[in-house]
């Protein structure tokens, strides 16, 4: 029998991931293609959500080993990589890296099965890091689809604070909301409300309760 060794698990038969397929592991679970055997107490030591996923019955069989696995719907299977090469790394004595894509991929899986402690640390990785236009985009349109308002708003500012020039394209991906912030509230916000010690001033404060009434009425999402 020929081995399929494909590492992109959204195509294809449902199969054995080539790394997070633990044999000692205690649970299966499907994501897309792939099939991840993994240590529990590794998850639900973070989140109370997969502590709950895991104790329900694992009635569908893996089509490889005959084992009961949980079928997850709507995530990523590269986010679980990330998540899973927390636990699982290939030297321990070595200080964990982060880079732009495990961030982006790790968050929407720490926000979706509430792990606080995850969430926490990635964000105040994301404050900290230099970022370029196109990844202050990507991060504007990750917060929206999570429903993270004020990590929408704090990637919104950046994005104006930088004074890059948007072009048609950018508004497009950003959306019509967030590029309104952008080009008509917080680039017009004279440098002098911009001091957090500074008591904004009434035309800023107008502009500012402009942006409150669209985010009542769920319009930052468009």
């Known amino acids: 029998m020929e081995v399929d060794i494909s590492l992109d698990y ?3 038969e449902v199969r054995n991931h080539h790394r997070f397929y633990v044999t000692t592991g205690g649970v299966v679970i499907e994501i897309e293609k792939a099939l991840f055997k993994i240590h529990r107490h590794f998850l639900t030591q973070y989140s109370p959500t997969l502590e709950g996923l895991f104790q329900l019955p694992q ?3 893996s089509p490889r080993m005959g084992e009961q696995s949980i079928s997850i719907k709507g995530d990523s299977y590269r986010g679980w990589e990330v998540l899973l090469g927390l636990f699982y790394r290939d030297n321990h004595l070595e200080p964990a ?3 732009w894509y495990d961030a982006m991929m790790l968050l929407p899986v720490a926000h979706k099965y509430c792990m606080e402690a995850i969430e926490t640390s990635i964000l105040e990785w994301i404050n900290k890091a230099s970022k370029s236009k196109a990844q202050i985009i990507e991060l504007i349109n990750v917060t929206k689809a999570l ?3 004020d990590s929408f708003e704090k990637a919104v500012k950046e994005l104006a604070d930088a004074r890059w020039e948007l072009t048609f394209e950018d508004a ?3 959306g019509l909301f967030a590029f309104y912030m952008v080009t008509r509230i917080y680039s017009n916000c004279c440098l002098e409300c911009r001091k957090p010690s500074r008591s904004v001033c009434f035309q800023c ?5 402009s942006v409150a009434r669209l985010r009542d009425n769920n319009s930052w999402r468009i």
Request: glycine share 4%; net charge neutral.
């Open 205 to 209: 404060r107008k502009a500012m309760r």
């Open 10 to 12: 959204s195509p294809g």
């Open 172 to 174: 497009q991906e950003m």
């Open 97 to 99: 890296s982060t880079s």
């Open 59 to 61: 009635e569908k069989e």
């Open 147 to 149: 429903d993270m308002y």
